[in-house]
């Protein structure tokens, strides 16, 4: 039988749910069980693909091609699980599947109506692709008391009912701040928000308290009582030193053992922690230290760059290295006055991410010229790459190397593709055509020359498949040129036409990659481009 565990927040938002649904799926896994997670968003957007990421943080991208909320990548960080298109579902996209076939008249005639038409399409998702999972954990987006989540509550209430006595868990996750003058931890907000899903016909059967300070067994206890659960399903979530130390940290405080209590699960395995020990070993004893200067756009907000981030983090682990990130703003770098030497000089590797748009690219240009000319490690990720490549071509030549993603352009060393291979055959789209799903998205293969750097990377294979999300690609016209200069394309698409992979085998580490290999790096698992830059970085700091 598929258990759910369904996670909803209350008091105020950010508390923190998806980290929370990631170290409980991670615990319940090291427990041996299967487990999958998925993330209710209640806004109407279809998918976060559309939206700006100061608004929204990072699109984490799935391998089957979906544009995610970023919580799925801490569910993949923590578990190691791959998440899946039915894994995150909108109010947006609930709505479109709805009146789509409101106009083809599948409703045969009938008033289509919030309940139960959107009610069922959103416990359909819940109950979808159940497997042989043992637990499937369900995060709702938002706060309790939200509009736009009402139908998501509504669903969950019915599926309660309908779904074996033992077979839900409802977790509500709330805050006890500290009122410092009192100098008192305040309960209040916990009890209101706790009433306010009563009201919605969901009783909660656990509650994780967020809180800066301590809860006392006092306070837990009175919780307890007010909010209807035992003290031991109060379980206090201190802030933690790393995202890595969630995981442990709330089995301290008992998470999963009283979830499979309240599940009436008495025969559950003691959980192997080894693979968290681990990281956190590594994490909080580093025997070294590295710089990275990420000269990229969305800089004001890390969570635009979450799993860059991470990933960064992750080659640190690998080499057992703190990794330090400057966030650089590429714009800085146009400014006539600027001293880019004196900005990227301390850094002991340099890295150009993801992004769209003109705005900022000169300077990451300008970027990836000092990394190349003073063979600082250099490591372009997607725009990275492409910023690289007409880099590169500016270096052998073509002064008006640009990219069509900037304005009409003499030289488009990048430009817009419309047509691709997937594996379900040739992918068409318009270059005028709507913005929203449809880039190269999702996992797709790549084969590496054997005897490249990438190959030995990737531990001398030839075949990767990594995930994508991009509507420009670098332009195999300029292949030959940019060869014959020193930028060697060494991963190309199955079927020859599509760089993947630039490097130069003059320079001690500068590659490309124009898919993300962060979205795949997992904690126990860095990603061998990661890894390796770490490394690369660790080696410079060594030569200082
Ligand atoms: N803007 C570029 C493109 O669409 C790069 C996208 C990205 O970096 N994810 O191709």
Redesign the pocket.
């Known amino acids: 039988m598929t258990r759910y565990i369904f996670i909803t927040g209350g008091v105020v938002s950010s508390l923190g749910k998806g980290l929370m649904a990631a170290s409980l799926a991670a615990l319940l896994q090291a427990r041996g069980y299967k487990v999958r997670i998925r993330k209710f968003d209640p806004y109407l957007n279809v998918d976060p693909g559309t939206m700006s990421p100061y608004q929204h943080g990072e699109v984490y991208v799935t391998d089957d091609g979906a544009e995610t909320d970023l919580d799925l990548g801490h569910y993949e960080r923590f578990t190691g699980v791959s998440a899946h298109q039915n894994d995150n579902v909108t109010s947006g996209r609930v709505y479109r599947d709805i009146i789509a076939r409101e106009r083809r008249g599948d409703y045969l005639g009938a008033t289509v109506q919030v309940v139960p038409h959107v009610t069922d399409a959103i416990k359909q998702f819940a109950l979808a692709d159940q497997d042989d999972h043992d637990f499937i954990l369900c995060e709702i987006g938002g706060t309790v008391g939200d509009i736009e989540s009402l139908p998501f509550m509504e669903a969950i209430r019915q599926l309660r009912n309908e779904l074996e006595p033992l077979q839900t868990l409802s977790i509500h996750v709330t805050l006890v701040p500290y009122i410092a003058a009192a100098g008192e931890l305040k309960t209040k907000p916990t009890q209101h928000s706790v009433r306010e899903l009563a009201s919605l016909g969901i009783k909660p059967d656990m509650l994780l308290c967020r809180a800066e300070h301590p809860i006392p067994q006092s306070e837990r206890r009175k919780i307890a009582q007010f909010c209807n659960v035992r003290a031991e399903a109060v379980i206090p979530a201190l802030d933690a030193p790393s995202i890595y130390a969630v995981p442990l940290q709330y089995h301290r405080e008992g998470l999963d053992r009283e979830v499979l209590r309240c599940f009436g699960i008495s025969d559950a395995p003691e959980p192997d922690l080894t693979r968290w020990n681990d990281v956190i070993e590594r994490h909080s004893h580093p025997e070294g230290e590295v710089t990275i200067g990420v000269v990229g756009k969305y800089v004001g907000l890390q969570d635009a760059y979450k799993s860059l981030n991470e990933a960064l983090v992750h080659g640190g682990m690998a080499h057992r290295v703190k990794v330090n990130v400057r966030w650089i703003d590429a714009e800085i770098f146009e400014q006539a006055e600027s001293d880019i030497a004196a900005q990227l000089e301390p850094m002991h590797g340099i890295l150009v991410?993801?992004?769209?748009?003109e705005r900022g690219s000169e300077g990451k240009i300008a970027a990836v010229r000092f990394a190349r000319e003073r063979k600082v490690p250099f490591f372009g990720?997607?725009?990275?790459m492409?910023m690289a490549c007409i880099e590169s071509a500016r270096a052998a030549g073509f002064a008006a190397a640009s990219?069509t993603?900037f304005g009409e352009t003499q030289e488009p060393v990048?430009g817009?593709i419309t047509e691709w291979m997937s594996r379900e055959g040739l992918e068409k789209r318009d270059a005028g055509g709507d913005l929203g799903g449809t880039?190269?998205l999702g996992a797709y293969e790549a084969r590496l020359s054997a005897n490249s750097k990438v190959s030995s990377i990737y531990g001398g294979t030839t075949a990767i498949s990594e995930r994508?999300?991009?509507?420009?690609?670098v332009n195999s016209h300029y292949i030959d040129a940019l060869e014959k200069d020193g930028l060697i394309f060494s991963g190309m698409s199955p079927d020859g036409l599509l760089p993947e992979i630039v490097e130069r085998p003059d320079h001690p580490w500068f590659i490309g990659v124009?898919f993300?290999p962060e979205l795949k790096s997992k904690p126990f698992d860095p990603h061998p481009l990661f890894a390796e830059f770490i490394g690369a970085a660790v080696d410079q700091e060594r030569l200082v």
Do not use: A, D, T
Request: aromatic fraction near 8%.
């Open positions: 991410p993801g992004g769209f748009g990720i997607c725009l990275g492409q990219s993603e990048v817009v880039m190269r994508h999300r991009h509507r420009y690609e124009q993300h």
